[in-house]
């Protein structure tokens, strides 16, 4: 398998320049070097607080949207297809200060898309992630469900 992404740490600074994420006060604050592990945070500002003076929906939710995408690119290479498919948030309770979401992707979890898609085959495997603020309590709890494929190989490959 050949890695799109093959340095993290040159990932996570991309990431973090990346207009959706800088301009809404997204930041990866940790990306494993195997890919199965990462930390996003969210500081609430002056320009991404809601009519509520407290942590916009819309931060939270984008704060998740590439992220199992970007895992999975890290460690599957060029050989599949990746996308999001589908995606639903529910929110808790009001973010008032800085929040975070830890997002692991397990061997297990991985072994399961592996085998489903080897032969080329579609799998959507889903995910859930936890939005936590500082004090530990949930804010949100987002689902996400993924498309992956492996890829027909050509002679050009």
């Known amino acids: 398998m050949r890695q799109i992404f093959a340095r ?28 199965h592990e990462c930390r996003i945070g ?9 009519a509520n003076r407290t942590q916009y929906g819309g931060s939270l939710f984008s704060m998740t949207d590439p992220v199992y995408s970007m895992l999975l690119m890290g460690i599957l290479g060029n050989d599949y297809y990746i996308w999001d498919r589908a995606a639903k948030i529910t929110f808790i309770k009001p973010g008032k200060g800085r929040v975070y ?19 080329g085959h579609k799998h959507f495997p889903h995910f859930r992630i936890n939005i936590m603020d500082e004090e530990g309590a949930l804010i949100a709890e987002v689902e996400r469900t993924l498309y992956v ?7 050009d490959s």
Not at 104 to 119: F, G, P
Request: with cysteine; proline share 5%; aromatic share 12%.
């Open 149 to 155: 494929r492996k890829k027909e190989r050509t002679n």
């Open 101 to 119: 979401a830890d997002i692991h992707l397990s061997r297990e979890q991985l072994s399961e898309i592996l085998n489903a898609t080897q032969y």
């Open 8 to 35: 993290p740490r040159l990932l996570k600074f991309l990431m973090n320049c990346w207009p959706p994420f800088w301009g809404a006060g997204i930041r990866i604050e940790h990306l494993s070097q195997d890919y």
């Open 42 to 50: 969210l500081v609430l500002r002056w320009w991404n607080k809601n």
